[in-house]
């Protein structure tokens, strides 16, 4: 009843499939080519389907081109077998490589196996080409516990974030020992992803909390457009970008310098759940809520200027000695010049998830940014905003969690490796 | 602060946004060309990223080549006022006419307005293009209690669906006075379509529940290949196609014969979320699991057969005299062959829905169907699969809603117009 010999998503990469072709205009401009690797040789197809490399410095997902969706998972640990958690992170990781170049999770994935045995692959990704797939890891302050001998490697920049202002946290949407990132161009292969590495470790780690991003809202690299939150702003165009390797490298990059060893190379991921009142946003007027975010809606050029890209200009005052970007803008409590230079690297995805019981959409912001040392960074700029910016009257944080994002993976290494020298 | 002149959706095709141009390879096969409607001619771009017609005998959005995402709502009507009802329908319509051509909700839009006003649209579409956005209405029997006057019009095939075995229905995921189904190929046009919509009817109806769908599982025309749903297979292979008129006349239409008049050229909409108990259907032997569709999981072919658009025999015996495709089998039980010629228009969609706090994904399918006469069409299909089909073990039926979906619009017509006669 089986197929007659073995198909794989690369031999069927050919085929039509449902919405198999994702040309984001934007991703496309900035999608990486497909490196050749190590086995099969990719099949490569232009623009957003192409493949990203896994391997290299650093992990692939935090400064490629930001892809078009999201499928986030933060997940508990079950088991308190250190050999086993590093079994199950070496199984991700050669399952993660094989996905983002278009594979199934392991050979033989859904109909090459043998009849009377659960399929290796859940198979409905089948016909989907790599879309830009980027596959993630991070690892929550949790897992430093004394469950894995980690304790004495736990990094003092992970200690858990203080409490904003505002704040509306729901521990069933905050934390997690770990936590995968895929993104893609293509939600079904992100979802199709996360799906067979949850799988992967059943078992061993359970799901604690996840989020679906279907719209990205910030840009990575200098080749995509800005896209719009749901604010209808243009957001992220002050954002580092891929093409900045010394803002990178002061802002994001754990180095020697910074440590621990087995983060060098690695960054912090700091996920926030962002709730936002649009109806009440919505019924706000244009120039008010120019106003809030410290940008024109339109072009998103600063107030004061004429194009997204001019630098805002904080000082500019207008009638009456009022400063055009207000004391309270979003844009001037976030801006570098107002936090003694930290910059953070936003990589963000706008969510509905449905009702909120209040005949009102549950919509908004998953916050994602990536940086090397939270309490100096993410910390007092989300304590300046949490305090000062007038667009928390419009904002709800309802979830929260920071992550360790480890270095990437060398040639036959594994997530983690240098964490647990295996 | 606001904009020099004014800044419609139309007049920014050109920019590249955010996911702009998605270019699913099946949806840009089958999509329609934009026609010229009146007003502003329509710029269009190729393939997906098209207008489809929002005008014509029957409604967008049904035989629409099924494009790759949807966001759906059901709402309850807050007002006893039949006039401002049909006010908002009116306003409804003229609002999904323009952004089904890519422009805003409503002229001048987010920054074409007087600054000291709210914007009239939401703005986070301003530079996408149509996407092939189709927008479709449909009304629960509950719009027709004693609140407009309708009572003598609720169609006899409107009557509540039967409780089917093993439902576990949801009331806050069940029902709903109206219904508006969002599809296109990028999901942030139709959630800002849903959130414009809604928007409009501030005060008037409030969200009851809405659902997203992150990948299309069915195909409604020739011109497109059969995505797979969450258990991996191709799921639709036999549905009705748009290239089916007769079929289409015969199982989906409402016919003069049929009644009521208002309804003639409408049909009927069923939903139904159904989660899918992946983690436990990812267990089970691939054999197993293509007995229990009855076809194979790569190709799709009916067990028996070779490829996938090959006729299933259902009388075909194997060893022992047992039927290749089961008694029990998805595809059997479905068959209009053992439903006495019942066929039905499927339009469903992949959901992922976060976590269901027992470590497991919260995802499924939700159904959406489109019959003539949900009595003798869907309810016989839905009552032998739930009570006999060997897939139930692994689905969940948590939400569910019928509504009539009214004929398409006449130029300067409006959504309900044959049922108001307005």
Not at 82 to 109: Q, S
Not at 247 to 265: R, S
Request: charged share 25%.
């Amino acid at each position: 009843m089986t197929e007659p010999g073995k198909l794989s998503r690369r031999r069927l990469l050919g085929v039509v499939g449902a919405g198999a072709a994702v040309a984001g205009a934007g991703a496309a401009a900035g999608a990486l080519t497909a490196q050749a690797l190590s086995g099969d040789p990719v099949t490569t197809t232009s623009g957003a389907a192409d493949a990203v490399p896994f391997h290299g410095r650093h992990q692939a997902g935090i400064i490629t081109p930001a892809q078009d969706r999201m499928h986030f998972v933060a997940l508990d640990v079950r088991t308190d077998d250190r050999a086993e958690l590093v079994e199950l992170l070496k199984d991700w990781t050669r399952a993660a490589e094989r996905m983002t170049r278009g594979l199934e999770a392991k050979p033989d994935g859904a109909v090459g196996g043998l009849p009377e045995a659960a399929p290796a692959d859940t198979g409905e990704a089948l016909d989907l080409p790599a879309s830009a797939l980027t596959l993630t890891i991070g690892f929550g302050a949790s897992l430093f516990d004394n469950r894995f001998g980690l304790a004495d490697q736990l990094p003092p920049a992970l200690a858990p974030l203080p409490a904003f202002p505002l704040d509306d946290l729901d521990p069933a949407r905050s934390d997690g020992d770990i936590c995968l990132q895929a993104c893609a161009n293509d939600p079904q292969v992100a979802v199709h992803a996360i799906r067979n590495l949850v799988r992967l470790g059943f078992g061993k780690v359970a799901v604690r909390w996840s989020q679906l991003g279907f719209g990205r809202t910030s840009s990575t690299s200098k080749t995509q457009a800005t896209p719009r939150n749901l604010f209808g702003f243009k957001d992220g165009t002050r954002n580092l970008k891929a093409e900045e390797p010394d803002a990178l490298a002061e802002h994001v990059w754990v180095g020697k310098a910074d440590g621990p060893d087995w983060l060098v190379d690695g960054t912090y991921l700091v996920a926030r759940r962002i709730r936002m009142h649009i109806e009440i946003w919505d019924r706000t007027p244009l120039a008010e809520q120019e106003l809030i975010v410290g940008r024109t809606k339109g072009v998103g050029a600063p107030l004061g200027q004429v194009a997204e890209f001019d630098e805002p200009d904080l000082h500019v005052r207008g009638e009456g000695g009022i400063p055009v970007i207000a004391e309270d803008a979003h844009i001037r409590l976030a801006s570098a010049e107002q936090l003694k230079g930290v910059r953070i690297l936003r990589r963000g995805y706008n969510f509905t998830d449905g009702t909120d019981g209040l005949g009102h959409l549950d919509a908004g912001l998953f916050f994602v940014c990536f940086n090397k040392d939270s309490p100096t960074q993410f910390v007092p700029m989300q304590k300046a905003l949490s305090s000062k910016d007038s667009m928390m009257e419009y904002l709800e944080h309802t979830g929260s969690g920071l992550f360790a994002v480890p270095p990437g993976v060398s040639e036959n290494g594994h997530w983690g490796e240098t964490l647990f020298h295996s």
